[in-house]
C-alpha cells in the first residue's frame, strides 16, 4: 500500500494550499481516509476524514470552515484544500486510510496505513 502525499510547501498567512494523496495497492473506495497533522514539538494530531462514497465529513474544530476534503474514488485520490492559513498550522499533514472505521473522528492507533507525510510552512 502506498499513499503520496503532495501539494506541501510555503505559504502566507490567509494563504491557500491544496494537498492531494494519490493512493496504490488497496481498494481505495473500501476506506475512509483522512488527514492528521504534526506540528514542531507538538503531538500528531486529527485534520478532517471523509467516508467512504464521499457523501459525509468531518473535521477538527481548529480548521473548520477554512479547509475542504474530497475524495475520488475513480482516481483513487484523496485532496484537502486549506484556506485562511495560520501560523499554527504548519506542520507535516499526513494522509490516512482505516479500514475498519466506524466514525469518522479518526484514531491515530486505528488507521491502517500512513502516508510519509508533506509540510506545510505557514509563514508570517
Known amino acids: 500500500v502506498q499513499l503520496q502525499a503532495s501539494g506541501g510547501g510555503l505559504v502566507q498567512v490567509g494563504g491557500s494550499l491544496r494537498l492531494s494523496c494519490a493512493a496504490s495497492?488497496?481498494?481505495?473506495?473500501?476506506?475512509?481516509m483522512g488527514w492528521f497533522r504534526q506540528a514542531p514539538g507538538k503531538e500528531r494530531e486529527f485534520v478532517a476524514a471523509?467516508?467512504?462514497?464521499?457523501?459525509?465529513?468531518t473535521y477538527a474544530d481548529s480548521v473548520r470552515g477554512r479547509f475542504a476534503i474530497s475524495r475520488n474514488n475513480v482516481e483513487n485520490t484523496v485532496d484537502l484544500q486549506m484556506h485562511g492559513l495560520k501560523p499554527e498550522d504548519t506542520a507535516v499533514y499526513y494522509c490516512?486510510?482505516?479500514?475498519?472505521?466506524?466514525?469518522?473522528?479518526?484514531?491515530?492507533?486505528?488507521?491502517?496505513?500512513w502516508g510519509q507525510g508533506t509540510l506545510v510552512t505557514v509563514s508570517s
Open positions: 495497492g488497496l481498494t481505495f473506495r473500501n476506506y475512509v
Open positions: 471523509i467516508n467512504r462514497g464521499g457523501g459525509s465529513t
Open positions: 490516512v486510510a482505516d479500514w475498519s472505521a466506524r466514525s469518522l473522528l479518526l484514531a491515530e492507533n486505528d488507521i491502517d496505513h
